[in-house]
Structures are given as C-alpha cells and as structure tokens.
C-alpha cells in the first residue's frame, strides 16, 4: 500500500475543512478516520459550536451527495428510508427513495426522534441497506451517517438505546474554541458565510483507493495484546456496568490502522490505540449508576493510563 495516499488524503481533508472549522484539526482526522473505515460518527456538543458546520463543510470537501434530516417527534421511519405509492398512470406502485439513499446523512438532533423512527437507522448503518415492504435496497457506497446531539437538554427527547450508540463507530465532542480561534471565526464569518467556498477536492479514485487498502495496515502480536487489555479493562472496572463488546474491539482495530494510515504508516504503533481508543470506546460501556456524572472520557483514558505500553521493538 502507499501510505503517502493515505497522507494526502487527510491533509487535503484537514486544510478544506479548517477553512470553516477554525482550530478543530483533531476532530476533522477522527471523521476522516470513521470515513475510510466505513463508519458513522455521532458529534455530542451543546448548540452553536460548529458541528452541522463541520458535516457540511467535510461532505463539500469529498464531493459525496448530501442530505440533512431534521430529527423531530412526528418525524416517520418512512420519511427516512422512502415509501411505495401508488401511480395512478401506471397502475403500479412505484417506490420514492428517501433521504437514507445518499452518500453523506446529517441527522440533525437525532434524539429528538421517536424510538421507532430511531430504530429504522439500525439496518441501514449496520448493514448499509433498507427492507421496506418485503424487498430489500442496498444503499449507495460510500455511506455514512453523521449524527448530533446536545447532551444537556433532555427536555422532549428520546434517549437513543445502547443497540443504538452501538452502531456508531465513534462519538466525539467539538468544545469551545480557544481565545485566538474565536477571534478568528468572528473575522471568518462577518462578512459572508465561507460554507459556500468549500469546494470538492477529493477525487472518487482517491476515496475508493483509501477506503479499500486501510486494511493492509499491520499489527503486532504486541500491539493486539495491547489493544486487547484496553478492552478487557471496560469489563473488569467496577465503575463501567456494561464494557465494550467485540463489535467494538472490530471497530477500535480498524480505526487504528486507518489512524496509523494517515499518519504515513503501514503498521500500528501503541501510540495510535491510546490516541483512538477513547473516541471508539466512550459510548460502548454503561457506566453504572453512581458514577453517571463522571466522564465517560477520563474513566476511558483513566484504563489506558494504568496500562503498561509496549515498548520493544513492534514492528
């Protein structure tokens, strides 16, 4: 594999998207890593920090097709994968795809949807296709579903499920911009919104090329074992109710070689899984009761933190 492709790809992705998103580099990387590996992200933030924003500005970028979907209470399943109606001129029942038949989805405040509306997102992130009146479509490729969600209000909201967040490949949060940053997003955005200048720079053989060749990253026997204990200390901490499931040890494997990819190698280091660990791991345990205030991040990085790391030679 070339990893300079891998290289490019994400400097080309960071510097388009940072036109927009001013000091937000890492969070730009962790999409793009979900991105090449298949997955989806869900962006947890209070309003007004730049998360549709970001979507918008990465999806202009790859030059994906696009559709936003406003998650609301009355919001149907069938206003998500479409419906079969019925033509009167042809006496037939003719299917119109809904908004899941894109490239790139925003669901906008995802929680504010009914469970069952929710629920009708499982096949389509999972298996990357919809069943609908007995005939099953699959979806475009690439396909990827961004979701946000503010955690603090809960007010007309629908929790979504652990079966749910599972299927996510990584939950990250924006955060306030620093001072500088701020400051330089007011001189940005005073004039004209600069959404509209973000133009696509990835080619199709560029996306094809990373998406299918990540896989060919290496791991040692070491760094598994490493990545392994992460894992297994989700499910012995007696603070985490519910640890991380082997879906999730999958997920955390792949977004390792893909980070390890765009950072221009083709073998993990045990640096890449303490750097990826928490954004894959942090909405795959179910903290128990007592402990729901704390972080979800720091009990993560709390593990890694307690772990011997590998140090002899890896690769």
């Known amino acids: 594999m070339e990893v300079e492709k891998f290289v490019n790809f994400k400097e080309k992705v960071v510097r388009n998207v940072s036109k927009v998103i001013v000091g937000k580099e ?188 990540y896989h060919n990253v290496s791991a040692s026997k070491d760094v598994v074992e490493y990545l392994m204990s992460i894992i297994e200390g989700t499910r012995n901490n007696e603070k985490i109710q519910v640890g991380v499931s082997p879906r999730g040890t999958l997920a955390l494997f792949k977004a390792c070689q893909a980070y390890a990819a765009i950072n221009g190698r083709d073998f993990m280091i045990p640096e890449d899984v303490k750097k990826i660990a928490p954004f894959v791991l942090n909405h795959r345990v179910v903290i128990k009761g007592i402990n729901r205030g704390s972080s979800v991040f720091e009990l993560i990085n709390s593990i890694i933190n307690n772990l011997a790391t590998p140090v002899e030679k890896i690769h």
Do not use: W
Request: charged letters at 25%.
């Open 26 to 213: 890492e969070a730009i990387e962790i999409v793009t890593v979900a991105f090449i590996c298949g997955g989806h992200v869900l962006i947890e933030d209070i309003p007004g920090v730049g998360k549709t924003m970001l979507i918008r500005a990465f999806s202009n970028t790859i030059g994906c097709e696009f559709k936003r979907i406003q998650f609301t209470p009355d919001l149907l399943p069938s206003d998500l994968t479409g419906i079969n109606f019925y033509n009167q001129k042809t006496f037939d029942f003719d299917f119109k795809k809904g908004p899941l038949f894109s490239n790139i989805v925003l669901a906008d405040e995802i929680n504010r949807a009914t469970p069952r509306t929710q629920s009708s997102l499982l096949e389509a992130m999972e298996e990357k296709q919809i069943t609908i009146d007995g005939v099953t479509r699959k979806l475009d490729d690439p396909f990827m579903v961004l979701a946000t969600q503010n955690p603090i209000e809960s007010y007309g909201t629908f929790p979504l499920p652990e079966a749910q967040m599972d299927r996510f490949f990584m939950r990250i949060s924006m955060g306030y911009p620093k001072h500088d940053e701020e400051i330089e997003i007011i001189m940005k955005f005073k004039d004209e919104n600069p959404i509209e200048g973000i133009e696509k720079i990835i080619g199709r053989e560029e996306i094809e090329y990373v998406r299918s060749n």
